[in-house]
Every structure is written in structure tokens, then in C-alpha cells.
């Protein structure tokens, strides 16, 4: 168990639709990162917050959408679903120290049919 | 560009045969450079980083800076090795890991 929560782990919606991912970070950790996993492109950057403000951003389509809440914990917004969308979507946290790994999370897996 | 390539999909060896699992980087500074194992699409877990100079689970790496390579090998391969694993460089003060494409193990029996 990493310690970084993910909810659901599983969701199935229809094109055009909007979704709402969550994920709680390890405890301590200020950083969230999400990740977006297809067969095709394998593991994608998507955006990173630290403690509430967004830092570096990846690939993310402007249909895509994140935020950090005070209490850390993090949502990533999907509108407008195609079935591209359709991947498996990792959280990561960690430590701000040098040399500190991602702690991922188990993961949505978002079907879009 | 910051790139981690992998160079090879898929490695099949028998039970007990030695593993190397290549991972090359681009990255003109100084690299952190990852291992991480996913079994069956569940969660990325962590498996090697190349400052603490450990072995976990018979895997080292090693990081080669003349070669920019980070290499994973295990001398005797064991059926539950079998997993996707993914090299990944940390480049500047970006927190985010840049993660290579993945190689394929399987070991068969």
C-alpha cells in the first residue's frame, strides 16, 4: 500500500460526458501528480499542484482539468469524453526532496464507450 | 530534449537465466533516474532509484553517466519477476518523472 487513495477505481460513461477523478496523497506529501496511462502512448504527464497551486504542467488537453484543495487532496476533471479518453489514470505523490520517487496510487480505469 | 528510451517491448527468458533490462536517458545535467514494476496494469510501485545503490528483490541498476544508461539486471530470473517495468528520469527541479515505454518481461517456467 503507497498510502495514495483513488477513487473509483473503476467508471464507465458515454461519450461527450463529464467525469470527476479523486486521489488523496500520502500523508505529508504537498506534491500530486497525475498521470494518464493508454496502451498506445503508455504513461503520460499530465499536471502537478504543490500545496494548492499548480507547478508544471504535461500533456493535458484543454477538455482536462485539475485542482488541489486545501486539505491536499486533488481532482482531475475530464468533459467532453471520447473514446480516447479511454485509459487508466494515476496519482502520485511525494516528498519535495531531492532524489524523493512518485508514490502512485492503484489507479481509475475510465472507459469511455 | 529530457528522453527516456527502452529500447526493447518485450524480454522472455526461462526461469533462473540472468535479466538486463536496458534504459537509456537523454539529460545534459545531473539525472535522477527510477525503476519502477507494474504487475498486471495494478499500481506502479517503486523498485529501484539510483542514489541508494540497493538491491531489492535480486534487481540492481546501475547508472552509467558516460553511457547515460541505467540498466536493470537480476542474475536469476524468477517466474513472479514477470511484470512491466518502467525506467524513469527526473530531470532539473521539475518534480515530475519523464517514464520510458516500458519492457515487457516474461519468464517462463
Known amino acids: 500500500d503507497s498510502g495514495v487513495t483513488q477513487t473509483p477505481k473503476h467508471l464507465i460513461t458515454a461519450t461527450g460526458q463529464r467525469v470527476t477523478l479523486r486521489c488523496s496523497p500520502r500523508s505529508g506529501d504537498l506534491s500530486v501528480y497525475w498521470y494518464q496511462q493508454s496502451l498506445d502512448q503508455g504513461l503520460q504527464f499530465l499536471i502537478q499542484y504543490y500545496n494548492g497551486e499548480e507547478r508544471a504542467k504535461g500533456n493535458i488537453l484543454e477538455r482536462f482539468s485539475a485542482q488541489q484543495f486545501p486539505d491536499l487532496h486533488s481532482e482531475l476533471n475530464l468533459s467532453s469524453l471520447e473514446l480516447g479518453d479511454s485509459a487508466l489514470y494515476f496519482c502520485a505523490s511525494r516528498r519535495d526532496r531531492k532524489n524523493s520517487p512518485l508514490h502512485f496510487g492503484n489507479g481509475t480505469r475510465l472507459t469511455v464507450t | 530534449a529530457q528522453r527516456v528510451t527502452q529500447p526493447e517491448k518485450l524480454l522472455s527468458v526461462f526461469k533462473g537465466a540472468p535479466v538486463e533490462l536496458k534504459c537509456n536517458y537523454s539529460?545534459?545535467?545531473?539525472?535522477?533516474l527510477f525503476w519502477y514494476v507494474q504487475y498486471s496494469r495494478q499500481r506502479l510501485q517503486l523498485l529501484l532509484r539510483h542514489i541508494s545503490r540497493e538491491s531489492i528483490k535480486g534487481f540492481t541498476a546501475d547508472l552509467n553517466k558516460g553511457e547515460t544508461s541505467f540498466h536493470l539486471k537480476k542474475p536469476f530470473a524468477q517466474e513472479e519477476d514477470s511484470a512491466m517495468y518502467y525506467c524513469?528520469?527526473?530531470?532539473?527541479?521539475?518534480?515530475?518523472?519523464?517514464f520510458g515505454k516500458g519492457t515487457k518481461l516474461s519468464v517462463k517456467p
Open positions: 539529460y545534459s545535467g545531473s539525472p535522477e
Open positions: 524513469a528520469l527526473r530531470a532539473g527541479s521539475q518534480g515530475n518523472l519523464i
